[in-house]
C-alpha cells in the first residue's frame, strides 16, 4: 500500500520556520519525483517546490530564497524547509511523489499556520 505522510506543520509566528516531512512507503522513493504543494482557504492548490529524482530542485517564486527542498532516498524522506515564513503562507501543505507522469500520490496534508 503506497502512503504519503506529512508532518511538521503547526503554528509559528511571522519570521519563524519550520520544517515538513514527508514520509513515503510502498514506493520505490528513489525514482519519484516530490513535489511540495499548498492550499490556503479558497484557494487553488498551488505548487511550492519540486526536487526530482535526479536532484534537481526549482521553486515557486514565492519560496525562492526562503523554502529550500531537500530528500533522503535511502529514508524515503523528503523535506521542505521554510524560513522567513510569512502570513501569507498559511496552508495545508501536501507532498506529492509523481514517477513517468503515470504514478501520482499524494498525502493527507499538514497543516501550516503563520500569525502576524
Known amino acids: 500500500q503506497v502512503q504519503l505522510v506529512e508532518s511538521g506543520g503547526g503554528l509559528v509566528q511571522a519570521g519563524g520556520s519550520l520544517r515538513l516531512s514527508c514520509a513515503a512507503s510502498?514506493?520505490?522513493?528513489?525514482?519519484?519525483?516530490i513535489d511540495w504543494y499548498r492550499q490556503a482557504p479558497g484557494k487553488q492548490r498551488e505548487l511550492v517546490a519540486t526536487?526530482?529524482?535526479?536532484?534537481?530542485?526549482s521553486y515557486a517564486d514565492s519560496a525562492k530564497g526562503r523554502f529550500t527542498i531537500s530528500r533522503d532516498n535511502a529514508k524515503k524522506m523528503a523535506y521542505l524547509q521554510m524560513n522567513s515564513l510569512k502570513p501569507e503562507d498559511t496552508a495545508v501543505y501536501y507532498c506529492r511523489g509523481t514517477y513517468a507522469l503515470s504514478s501520482s500520490f499524494w498525502g493527507q496534508g499538514t497543516q501550516v499556520t503563520v500569525s502576524s
Open positions: 526536487i526530482r529524482r535526479g536532484g534537481s530542485t
Open positions: 510502498g514506493i520505490s522513493f528513489s525514482i519519484y519525483d
